[in-house]
């Protein structure tokens, strides 16, 4: 029997999810060759070959055909979600979601970033179903989900105030999504203890939600959101009344997770960190629009706007004009009247206003001479602060422009303040915007 590649005419999708017991097998659609597929027999085992690891899985068919032996190739064709010029209004005026297009991978974990406003939690409440679009479609699978309820669409759910049942214990709010689904008594006993171990809250199982404090409470909600492996889960700043620690566990724990299930996580925090530690991609948004998806390492260092670049990570502006235009650089003029080369990201026409912008660590301090390489402005250092592993100088420019510089420990230089230094940004890292 030939092996039927993703995508390819002839073969037909079903829904596979990962059996207990197998943890290396991703949930997923996977594409059948239809003359393996075994007519008349209840859900069976087929063999998968996915990646390079052999795993076996349960199949939860749909329609009456159960799939036999093969080579069964994940069909990552299709996005498991997809919005499609959604729009949003909640007063009939103003669209805080002017128009969203925005593919979810499957298996990816999509962290939205953004500013406090700029439409995060409606986003995820469209995806959830508790809002619904005011134009536009968001299809799971290939299939719009806009009249199913939020329910039946099958996603683990952490909001910020999502509630427990009050009247439940922890062990019957963690069981909830099993029951609906009427799993066996012990395996939902076994997948219980498992959800609260994950969450350090073995032995807090009797207890009622009132009797919990609010990180725990939080913890219960994520417990829950979990138990049912759901193929996708969706986490409004689920992490947000943890302390550090705790915070920091169940951060490790979510990319574990992750990462063994091949569940989709998409996931909503404003803290920078928690998004460039999880993510697999990060759609940063503003004023309800994206700014720009992509990779962590991409986003911080080739941000594709000024917004981007000063929403993440620590960065010096610098203010001033396009002057002479070159082969993807141009010219920053300062109010100073000096000038420094950098990338042309937005095609800046001569004479515009823009927008310099450069990582702390990628800004070189002299402070004996100025280096021979261009793109040199001498500074006079504001003070020095010691971090532990590395310094961070303030240095003013001749124009007041405070510059942000990050040194290594190793370097020889003794940096003080109130002393002139040459800080050079090579070009390649100085990003102009308009
Ligand atoms: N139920 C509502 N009725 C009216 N306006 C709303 C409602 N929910 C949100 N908004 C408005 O929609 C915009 C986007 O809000 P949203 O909650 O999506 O932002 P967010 O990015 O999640 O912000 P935060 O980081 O503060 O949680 C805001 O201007 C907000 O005031
Ligand atoms: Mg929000």
């Known amino acids: 029997m030939r092996p039927i590649q993703s995508g390819e005419p002839g073969g037909d999708s079903i829904q596979a999810r990962r059996s207990p017991g197998y943890p290396t097998q991703a949930s997923g659609r996977y594409l059948f060759p239809r003359s393996s597929w075994h007519t008349g027999i209840g859900p069976s085992v087929v063999r998968a070959e996915i990646n390079e690891g052999v795993a076996a899985t349960r199949v939860l068919h749909r329609g009456r055909i159960t799939p036999g032996h093969g080579r069964l190739y994940l069909d ?9 010029g959604v729009q949003k209004t909640y007063d009939g005026t103003t669209l805080v979601v002017p128009d969203l297009n925005l593919e979810i991978q499957r298996g990816e974990f999509l962290t939205l970033l953004g500013p406090s406003g700029s439409g995060k939690t409606t986003c995820l409440m469209m995806l959830a179903g508790f809002e619904s679009p005011t134009a536009g479609e968001i299809l799971l699978d290939g299939q719009p989900i806009s009249r199913t309820p939020p329910h039946k669409r099958n996603f683990g759910v952490v909001f910020q105030n999502y509630a427990l049942f009050p009247h439940l214990t922890i062990a019957e709010n963690v069981a909830y999504p099993l029951t609906v689904r009427k799993v066996a ?6 997948l219980v203890a498992r959800a609260l171990n994950m969450v350090r809250l073995e032995g807090l199982d009797a207890r009622y939600p009132g009797q919990l404090s609010g990180g725990q409470q939080q913890r219960v909600a994520l417990a829950r959101a979990l138990v049912f492996d759901p193929q996708l889960v969706l986490m409004d700043e689920p992490l947000g009344a943890l302390d550090k620690q705790l915070r920091e566990h169940m951060q490790i724990e979510l990319k574990e997770l992750h990462r063994k ?25 503003n004023d309800g629009r994206i700014q720009m998806i992509d990779t962590v390492e991409k986003l911080y260092e080739t941000p594709s706007n000024r917004f981007v670049a000063g929403f993440v990570g620590d960065s010096t502006l610098l203010r001033g004009q396009c002057g002479t235009i070159s082969a993807g650089q141009c010219e920053i003029v300062l109010p100073s009247g000096e000038s420094l080369t950098g990338v042309n990201v937005n095609a800046a026409a001569s004479g515009a206003r823009v927008f310099g912008s450069i990582r702390p660590e990628r800004i070189e301090a002299h402070f004996d001479a100025a280096p021979a390489a261009g793109n040199v402005m001498s500074a006079i250092v504001k003070d020095v602060i010691y971090f532990g592993d590395h310094l961070r100088l303030r240095c003013t420019l001749p124009d007041e422009t405070e510059a942000k510089v990050r040194m290594a420990l190793t370097s020889n230089a003794q940096p003080q303040a109130g002393k002139p230094v040459w800080l050079r940004f090579p070009n390649p890292h100085l990003r102009i915007y308009t």
Do not use: I
């Open 261 to 285: 299930l091949g569940v989709t996580f998409v996931y909503v925090t404003h803290d920078q960190g928690e998004a460039l530690t999880m993510s697999d991609r990060v759609a940063v948004f």
């Open 185 to 190: 008594k012990d395996e939902c006993t076994r």
């Open 76 to 84: 990552n064709t299709q996005a498991l979600v997809t919005f499609v």
